[in-house]
């Protein structure tokens, strides 16, 4: 059994012996309350046998229980008011004989008396439960009625519940009936075999039924995870339809540091291109899950989102990562909470083709990755994106690669205004070919190990990213939002006065 139907099963055992140890304190307590009065019983007739004296004249008891026996029947005989004075006149000169007949007369009237009293006290019962029925049934009739009125309102979809109907199950049935085993996913995503399929697992060789990094790999595809999406087609992603919805149910342990998936086209050449890329990272900047892309071997701007605005992914039990491919770009949902947004940067596949799913076992530097995937699902289901997703990370960016800026680093730490000028110009003599009639611009800041270098053109930056690889660190720059504005605006300004973007201007 799992661990949680193992807890479940202890907390069951734990009830049972509560309530047993409940029905023992209380047969005990039953017992001691009859001890308690059969020892009462045993005293009182103790007391009375005591309060008798032994050298009493016989005469004198007769006399004394005949007066006892004259007032009960007094008490049962009271509305005559004249029977008291005769009675005592005549029982004083009676003998024992007549003494006899009274007792035979008076047990007989209190049995009858007695015989009365019950009758009276089961007359008034059966009354009061009588009473009680009626009562009940107004007060069932009154509310059916109402619940008459409910089902009217709310139509077929409303059942009432049968009054007095047993729907009576055990304790470990409730609670099983509630949870949902870590390895799958809850019936509430609705992940059927009609819409999709499972991919993982499997029918394994080796009998197990989850994935986890091999803790000897050294490069990403050491060991790694891979398997293919069938039937993807771009057009029905784009209109919702078709296969479009990954989902993966998984367990990051509290130690591990990091873990990733990535989604690959065809030809992505050793996943040198990588269209998706999710990266939960616990212990980088405070805790942040990295959303990114890849181009020719270059990651791109990636999406950061802290891992205090996601639900909690390290040291649960279960977790369920869903990505769905639409129109806009690729929507990240961590247990049913829409988190993230990585918009297309790349053009999908433009015809019907299987996608690649990789789970790599290291990162980029060879550092391990861990977690456990249980399950991979992978077809269709509408569209979960909706409502205002202004606050969804990554929705409505601008494209923060810069086409014509080039990032150079690796280079060596300068401090000093002259150390800034050698900077620059020795970059400047590298890139001078890139940079047109107008040479290139270069930006060395004071105190880096970096520098900036803008070229003439997003070509030859391209070129330059080809040639000068050998030489250089080299990768493309990323831009700010200031940026992206103003370029904008001088793009617009040079489409009015009849000029390109790349000769409108520096």
């Known amino acids: 059994p799992t661990p949680e139907e193992e807890s479940l099963l202890e907390l069951y055992s734990t009830v049972k012996s509560y309530e047993r140890e409940a029905a023992r304190l209380r047969e005990q307590a039953a017992k001691a309350k009859l001890a308690a009065a059969n020892e009462k019983y045993r005293r009182e007739q103790e007391a009375e046998r005591n309060n008798e004296e032994p050298g009493a004249d016989v005469g004198v008891r007769k006399k004394s229980r005949k007066k006892k026996i004259r007032k009960e029947k007094n008490s049962f005989m009271g509305d005559q008011p004249g029977a008291n004075s005769d009675e005592e006149s005549s029982d004083e000169d009676s003998d024992e004989g ?100 499972v991919l993982f697992p499997s029918h394994n060789e080796d009998g197990s039924n989850y994935w986890s990094p091999p803790p000897t790999a050294s490069n990403p595809n050491d060991g790694c995870f891979e398997m ?81 605005q996601c639900p909690i992914i390290f040291g649960q039990p279960s977790m369920t990562l869903i990505i769905q491919i639409t129109g806009d770009g690729y929507d990240v949902f961590i247990d049913n909470k829409h988190c993230a947004r990585l918009e297309h940067r790349t053009q999908l596949p433009p015809n019907k083709c299987p996608l690649t799913l990789q789970f790599p076992s290291t990162d980029d530097y060879g550092n391990p990755e861990g977690w456990l995937v249980y399950k991979v699902w992978w077809g269709h289901k509408a569209i979960m994106a909706t409502g205002d997703l202004s606050n969804v990370a ?81 990768n493309r720059a990323r831009r700010t939002k200031h940026e992206a504005l103003q370029e904008e605006r001088a793009a617009a300004e040079a489409s009015g006065k009849g000029k390109s973007k790349e000769s409108a201007g520096w």
């Open 228 to 308: 293919e999406l069938p039937g993807f087609e771009s057009a029905q992603a784009q209109a919702g339809a078709g296969n479009n919805t990954l989902a993966v149910k998984f367990m990051a342990p509290e130690d591990s540091r990091r873990f990733s998936l990535n989604i690959a086209g065809p030809g992505h050449r050793d996943y040198h291109d990588i269209l998706f890329h999710f990266n939960p990272r616990q212990r980088e900047k405070g805790g942040q899950v990295v959303i990114n892309d890849k181009q020719e071997g270059i990651w791109g701007s990636a999406v950061n989102v802290p891992l205090s």
């Open 98 to 197: 007549s003494m006899g007949s009274d007792e035979e007369t008076l047990a007989e009237r209190r049995a009858a008396k007695l015989r009365q009293m019950r009758e009276d006290l089961e007359f008034k019962k059966q009354s009061a439960e009588d009473e009680a029925a009626i009562a009940e049934e107004r007060e069932r009739q009154r509310h059916l009625a109402e619940a008459d009125d409910v089902d009217e309102d709310l139509g077929p979809l409303l059942k009432r519940k049968k009054i007095g109907a047993s729907n009576a199950s055990s304790l470990i049935r409730n609670l099983e009936g509630q949870a949902t085993p870590p390895h799958d996913f809850s019936g509430k995503l609705k992940m059927s075999r009609v819409s999709g399929s």
């Open 394 to 474: 990554g929705v409505n960016m601008f494209s923060s690669i810069h086409p014509r800026k080039l990032f150079v680093s690796g280079l060596s730490k300068i401090h000093s205004e002259p150390e800034v000028d050698l900077r620059k110009a020795e970059l400047e003599r590298a890139f001078r070919k890139y940079g047109g009639a107008h040479g290139v611009s270069v930006i060395a800041p004071t105190n880096s190990s970096y520098a900036f270098v803008e070229v003439e053109s997003e070509r030859q930056a391209d070129l330059a990213l080809r040639e000068m690889q050998s030489q250089y660190k080299i």
